[in-house]
């Protein structure tokens, strides 16, 4: 029997794929990666495209929209990045929660009043222990 | 004593608000178990950055990236603060708010705050705090993109030098009962453990170590703070499934304290009924 690797790729939010591969083709950044087992440890930039999982007969593919690859000789571990992602939408995205910083901010001062915030707190921890002891 | 109609509306209103409670302890009840799944089916990838990262540890010893060095003048930090959006969780936010307030105090540099979820926000501004990001509404299925604003942001701000740590307060979720409000520092990136390999070896890059290093280190940062809010997810339910199930009881308890009195009045009534009947007999006799 060939030897094979284990294949993990996930997203952020879960996991895609995972089992074993005599040979991988993955979308390197820099052109068609192809992988197989006992590999050099190899960190890639991954670009859109298909990753294709060959073990015996068996092919699976699995869409990446870019990410990275880990590669050790008996592992290989693939972070997809979810979906849309892009350097320009994580842009928009920055200047769109700086924008609502702006708009919770009206007015804009350094210092934090660490006295008020305590009192508060301490206003909303008195009020929760209160209640508890009511319930009794 | 207040008339016994008035005590029998009052009591159909508890209930009422009874029956709400009780309908939302359920829902929360079923998010939570949701909100779960979700810690667990992100841990393939966090598990993955985190070896990753780890390996690179022990790989490469030339190039160190600024995301792992420390600095040795802090002169601004930020700090990202993970709340829900909404109240009605007990005492969720105000602590996760309390362990900020810890941090910021211990702070000798200056704080810039970044929120995410709305009740972190409303607290920050009453407080004063400069807050620099905010990230609100963030669904009950919440994706990377939610947050990845905010994250980008305090990560650029970290590269341009303009902050030179970055925290994260957050609540952990232990079990139903317990959640612990949590900090750990991000920025400069805390390390996983790593077994250390023997012999010299680095990776093959492709293409620049510098960039690739960047995108790994990005994506671990971003997947330590998404695990922060899907924990604070499975939090905020948990939390307000048992303060609902208080206010259900409370409500019960009324209606039990209400029912007595509300019988005591009628017997009153009644009483004084017979008493004004055998009263008018005895005059008319």
Known sequence: ?136 | MASAKEIRTQIGAIQNTGKITKAMEMVAASKMRKAQDRVVSARSYAEGVRRIVGNMMSAHAEYQHPFLVEREEIKKVGIIVVTTDKGLCGGLNTNALKEAIVLMKAQTAGIEVFTIGKRAGLFMKRVGAQISGVAENISDTPELADILGVVTLAIEKYISGELDEVHLVFSEFVNTMTQSPTTMRLMPCPLPEHEEKSGYWDYLYEPEAKDVLEGVLRRYVESLVYHAVLENKACEQSARMVAMKAATDNAKDIVGDLKITYNKARQAAITQELAEICAGAAAAG
């Open chain 1, 1 to 136: 029997m060939a030897s094979t690797m284990q294949v993990l790729v996930a997203t952020a939010e879960r996991e895609v794929y995972r089992g074993e591969a005599e040979f991988l083709v993955a979308p390197g950044a820099a052109g068609e990666l192809g992988i197989l087992p006992k590999h050099s440890p190899l960190l890639s930039a991954l670009t859109t495209g298909e990753l294709r999982i060959t073990n015996g007969d068996h092919v699976d593919e699995v869409f990446v929209s870019g990410g990275y690859m880990e590669v050790q000789p008996d592992m290989i571990t693939i972070l997809s990045d979810s979906a849309e992602r892009a350097s320009d939408i994580d842009e928009a995205a920055a200047v769109e929660a700086e924008r609502k910083a702006k708009e919770v901010l009206d007015t804009k001062k350094d210092d934090i009043d660490y006295a008020a915030a305590e009192a508060e707190l301490a206003m909303m921890t008195a009020r929760l222990i209160w209640l508890k002891k009511k319930k009794k």
